[in-house]
């Protein structure tokens, strides 16, 4: 089975940064793709950006886009959101999950089938 762990989510200021990360419990054969959601309290999960398994392909959400870097270290077992020039509508716990097809870089939450515990992001304004 996989386990997912994120790490690195706390407080910050508008405009500040934070990196995430998550790390698998185990490499597997075929690195999974992977992906990271948000969810705000009374929202829904919405995506936020996802990488391919080998790392080659990157998908991110409108909103994000030119702030926020998704990138892994499969040697480590290891997928890190770099989230720069934060605003205070990104406060959410931030999730990443994993998607069984390595070639993907789906948006759609239903495509992954592994979670992690979710990490607290708070940005003040």
């Known amino acids: 089975q996989m386990q997912l762990v994120e790490s690195g989510g706390g407080w910050v200021q508008a405009g500040g940064s934070l990196r995430l990360s998550c790390t698998a419990s185990?490499?597997?054969?075929?690195?999974?793709?992977m992906g990271w959601f948000c969810q705000a309290p009374g929202k829904e999960r919405e995506f936020v950006a996802a990488?391919?398994?080998?790392?080659?392909?990157?998908y991110y959400s409108d909103s994000v886009k030119g702030r926020f870097t998704i990138s892994r270290d499969n040697a480590k077992n290891t997928v890190y959101l770099q989230m720069n020039s934060l605003k205070a509508e990104d406060t959410a716990v931030y999730y990443c999950?994993?998607?069984?097809?390595?070639?993907?870089?789906?948006?759609?939450?239903?495509?992954?089938?592994?979670w992690g515990q979710g990490t607290q992001v708070t940005v003040s304004s």
């Open positions: 990488i391919s398994g080998t790392g080659t392909n990157t």
């Open positions: 185990e490499r597997t054969f075929n690195a999974p793709a």
């Open positions: 999950a994993a998607n069984g097809n390595r070639y993907s870089t789906s948006n759609d939450h239903m495509d992954y089938s592994y």
